[in-house]
Structure formats: structure tokens, C-alpha cells
């Protein structure tokens, strides 16, 4: 057996396990993961500091999960927009495709709580289907491995499924989305990154919600998938009582570049049935957003999103104070020091003149100079 599946299985899975490794009680447990299953594994154990902390929140099951029963189970309708199994095409160049529904943790929080933790990968007859789908999707040119976590496959699997992939010519790039680099970093083996620099362009987006998870081990491994060619992104769930602070999102964003991955999304929290109890208010975020714009790296800081309930797809969400006012003349701007600044727009052919206003009186100046100073170059 490989060893990063003989520790996977190593992970604590029931709620006795649980009893003795952090002196919880059994029985609470036991209910939630026949509901909603339960893995730990020993990385993310061992990054737990204390009872209720923001790595133990994140994995071990709460009483809340079963008593939030209005809620649906698929608030984003991915199930109606599926036209074949296990792939959802919602946008108009780009589908994502289940390819199992094991993951190396099962987060609390989950969007697909309805689906993960059972057994089976995409089966060769499924795989098949997708691709005839794909073939036939001329305008699809992005397709993203999601699941569960891709990178559980076993090797021979996850290049059946790039391989067939790179026979649709039209396809240019191939994403995964992952959290095993930050849970089982093991997983991420030299002969793994030789399968997937086979395939290239392939971009990860791994998900991190918090700066305790980006331990020296799995910094090594982000970095060997970074050697790997492989453009790393983060994706971040935005999560009551564990990361909605802009200080612990700073720490976050920060050590992510440290590890070589951009932040790329933070999500508002979706409205699915037995996460409920994880939510803040938008307001949250757009705060975290407002105190890392200007003040730390533009690198560093991710778009917020809200994936609308209903199917809408991601939307951004951006503080609305930068853009003050906006008009054929003007745009009037706000800066991260809450300074106001304005940018004339440009004249229009009939030789209208530039408004002289403020702060900008140097730019017109040099529009009025005629070469725009980039010849000058
Ligand atoms: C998030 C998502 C994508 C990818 O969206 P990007 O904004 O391109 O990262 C594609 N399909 C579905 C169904 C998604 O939820």
C-alpha cells in the first residue's frame, strides 16, 4: 500500500476514535456522523491546539448540523444543471466534473454535504459519457475535477481521467480542486506531479480557511506542485468563529503566498442544510476586504464571492465606497486611506475639454501634452 493511503487510513473516522483522541463525548457524535460523515486526518489532528478551536471546528461534527432542517440540501441547484453525471455546466465555457465523492477531511461546512463520504469514484462508463458530453461542448474550454477531492484517486484513475480529457481538442485548460495538499500533504508524491506535468496546462485551487493549516509539511507540498508548473490558487469558505477576523484573514492570505498559492476566491457561506450555524453577514466580509486592499499586497488579496442560492453562479461582491461617484466626466475614487482621488474620463471625438479638477490636474496635463508619455518609454 502506498503510504499516503495507510495514513488516510489512519484518519479518525468514528466517534469512539474521536472519544479518545480529544475526550469528547461519543454518543453526540455518533448521531451526526450516521447523518453526515466524519475523517480527521493525523495532519489536521495534529494542528488541533484545543477543544473548539478553528481547526477542531472545521472537522469535528457539532450537535447544530442536525437540527438545521428547513434548509436545503442543494441550495445552488447543481443537481438540475446536470446534463450528464457527476458534471454541472452552469456558465457558458467551463463545467466542473465529480469525479468522486471522497475527501481526505469531510468539512463541517461542506457545499455538497448531500452527496460526500459515499463510496465510489466515476465510474469508466460515467467517464465515457462526460467526454462524449465534452466532445460534443465545442464552447467548453475549462474543465474543473471537483468532487469530493480528485487528487484521492489513485494515480492510475486521476490519468485516466486527464489523459481522456486531452483527447477533446478544444479543451484548454484543466483545473482541480483540492484540499489534500493542506490535509494530507503525503498524498502530494513525486510520481503524482510527474502524472499531472503530462497534462499541463492544469491549475489547482486548494482550500484553506485557516493560517494554522499551512504547516512546514504542507508548504513543501505546494511547493512541489508549484515545481510542478502547476499554478496554485486558494479558495477560502468564510466561517463564523473561525476566520471571519480581517487580522486571522491577513495571517491567512499571507502565509498562503509564503506557500506559493494566490488567494484566489473567499466565499460567503452557502445556505446549505446542516451548515447554517457557520454563516456571517456579508457586511463580515467586506470588512476583511476593505482591510486587506491597500494595506497588504494586491497578490494577496481574493475576490469575495456569494455563489448565489438559486443557481445564479458566483457573483462578486466589492466594497462599495472605492467608486464615490461615476459620470461621462469623472469617476470620483476612494482609497484604501478613505482619501478621495478623481480620474477624468476620456474626451469624446466632438474635443469636449477635460474637466480640471484637484488631484488629477497632472495627468490631464500630460493628456494635453499629446503623446500620453508612453512614447517616451
Ligand atoms: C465555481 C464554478 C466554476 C468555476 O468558476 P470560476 O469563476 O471560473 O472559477 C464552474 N462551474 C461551476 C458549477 C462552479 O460552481
Not at 476514535?17 to 461519543?26: F, I, M, N, R, Y
Not at 466532445?135 to 481522456?164: F, M, N, Q, W, Y
Not at 476612494?334 to 476620456?346: C, S, V
Request: hydrophobic share 40%; net charge negative; glycine share 8%.
Amino acid at each position: 500500500m502506498e503510504e499516503w493511503r495507510r495514513i488516510l487510513a489512519n484518519s479518525v473516522v468514528k466517534a469512539k476514535d474521536l472519544a479518545d483522541h480529544l475526550g469528547v463525548d461519543p454518543k453526540e457524535i455518533e448521531a451526526i456522523v450516521g447523518e453526515y460523515p466524519m475523517r480527521i486526518t493525523p495532519t489536521v489532528m495534529a494542528t488541533i491546539k484545543e477543544k473548539g478551536d478553528a481547526i477542531w471546528r472545521q472537522v469535528v461534527p457539532d450537535p447544530a448540523e442536525l437540527e438545521d432542517e428547513d434548509a436545503e440540501a442543494d441550495p445552488l441547484v447543481e443537481d438540475m444543471m446536470s446534463p450528464v453525471p457527476h458534471l454541472v455546466h452552469r456558465y457558458p465555457d467551463r463545467v466542473l466534473l465529480m469525479v468522486t465523492n471522497q475527501c481526505p477531511i469531510y468539512c463541517r461546512f461542506c457545499t455538497r454535504k448531500r452527496l460526500v463520504g459515499k463510496p465510489g469514484f466515476l465510474k469508466k462508463g460515467e467517464l465515457d459519457l462526460a467526454i462524449a458530453y465534452l466532445r460534443d461542448h465545442t464552447e467548453v474550454r475549462d474543465v474543473i475535477l471537483s468532487g469530493g477531492d480528485p487528487l484521492l484517486l489513485p494515480d492510475h484513475l486521476l490519468e485516466r481521467i486527464l489523459k481522456a480529457l486531452r483527447t477533446i481538442p478544444h479543451l484548454e485548460i484543466i483545473r482541480i480542486g483540492s484540499r489534500v495538499p493542506g490535509t494530507l500533504p503525503e498524498r502530494i508524491t513525486p510520481k503524482l506531479c510527474e502524472i499531472v506535468k503530462k497534462y499541463h496546462p492544469v491549475y489547482m485551487n486548494l482550500h484553506f480557511n485557516h493560517p494554522d493549516e499551512l504547516t512546514p509539511e504542507v508548504k513543501a507540498a505546494c511547493g512541489m506542485l508549484a515545481d510542478a508548473g502547476v499554478p496554485l490558487g486558494a479558495q477560502t469558505v468564510l466561517l463564523k468563529g473561525i476566520n471571519d477576523d480581517p487580522e486571522i484573514m491577513k495571517r491567512l492570505v499571507h502565509q498562503l503566498l509564503l506557500a506559493r498559492v494566490k488567494p484566489y476566491y473567499l466565499y460567503q457561506a452557502d445556505l446549505t442544510k446542516g451548515t447554517n450555524h457557520f454563516r456571517t453577514t456579508v457586511e463580515t466580509g467586506m470588512s476583511i476586504i476593505r482591510a486587506l486592499q491597500g494595506h497588504t499586497s494586491g497578490m494577496a488579496v481574493p475576490h469575495f464571492v456569494i455563489d448565489a442560492p438559486g443557481g445564479g453562479g458566483k457573483i462578486p461582491v466589492l466594497p462599495a465606497d472605492y467608486l464615490v461617484h461615476l459620470d461621462e466626466d469623472i469617476a470620483v475614487l476612494k482609497n484604501y486611506e478613505n482619501k478621495t482621488f478623481h480620474y477624468p474620463q476620456p474626451t469624446k471625438s466632438n474635443g469636449r475639454e477635460l474637466p480640471m479638477v484637484g488631484a488629477h490636474s497632472a495627468l490631464t496635463a500630460c493628456r494635453n501634452g499629446g503623446n500620453g508619455g508612453m512614447d517616451d518609454l
